[in-house]
């Protein structure tokens, strides 16, 4: 279980951006992070993934205390991180992000694994170059197959969303389930998006920089959209915090 303790964190300036988040994510589960503009979701995000340090509070990954690791150990411990824009380097091919991500070799079997998972035939994408040619789908589900090949136990994906269209939207719905199937893997998804928020296990609200309403998406989404915590995020309009 990765559980998150009474996080807080405050800017250079001083101005609180996260004040107080709980929650717990188990493996096999998907927990749909969501709630207005600036509320505090892609700071958690960071959080979790050690990018920026908290002033208060903690997390535990499977009962150990984590809060202190830096985002390299925190990694190497099984916590994965995929960005709204997916990294790419000149030259490089699909076969070389999968194998610098898991840090070793990998066989054609584990390749053809991995991009299954998300959906890309190994034969088709193992050589391709990351770049312009692929399209944001494509890149966005290569980004998680980089973080698949690491081993994570749980992975945190900030608006997956970002960039790419319906079609390949409905394809990284189909990945997120997929990986649920499995039952290894814990998913955090910061998303506002209603395709997201119906598969989700649990919904968790943040707003003010605080969790203001945590449930199923059977008792959180009815309502959602109409209530004064996401009166400035309409559904289907992208929200990202600072």
Not at 110 to 139: H, P
Not at 197 to 224: C, N, Q, Y
Request: hydrophobic fraction near 35%; charge should be negative.
């Amino acid at each position: 279980m990765l559980e998150i303790k009474n996080l807080a964190f405050s800017a250079d300036d001083g101005r609180e951006i996260v004040t107080d988040i709980s929650f717990n994510v188990e493996r096999g589960q998907i927990v749909a992070i969501t709630g207005p503009n600036g509320g505090g979701k892609s700071t958690v995000a960071k959080l979790i993934a050690g990018i920026y340090d908290s002033n208060r509070g903690q997390i535990f990954i499977d009962g150990e205390d984590i809060t202190d690791k830096d985002i390299t150990s925190r990694a190497q411990m099984g916590v994965g991180y995929a960005f709204q824009r997916p990294v790419t380097f000149k030259g490089f091919t699909v076969r070389d992000m999968l194998i610098m991500a898991a840090g070793r070799e990998l066989s054609s079997d584990e390749l053809k694994e991995i991009l299954g998972t998300v959906g890309l035939c190994m034969y088709d994408y193992i050589d391709r170059e990351i770049n312009a040619n692929l399209s944001g789908g494509e890149q966005k589900r290569i980004e998680i197959a980089t973080v698949l090949a690491r081993k994570t136990k749980y992975n945190v994906f900030d608006e997956p969303e970002a960039g790419i269209d319906i079609w390949s939207f409905q394809k990284l719905i189909s990945v997120f389930e997929n990986l649920r199937r499995k039952k290894e893997v814990g998913q955090i998804i910061i998303s506002h998006q209603r395709g997201i928020l119906d598969i989700a296990d649990k919904i968790v609200v943040i707003s003010g920089g605080k969790v203001v309403r945590e449930g199923k998406p059977e008792e959180i989404l009815p309502t959602l959209f109409d209530s004064d915590d996401y009166k400035n995020c309409p559904v289907g309009k992208r929200c990202s915090d600072e």
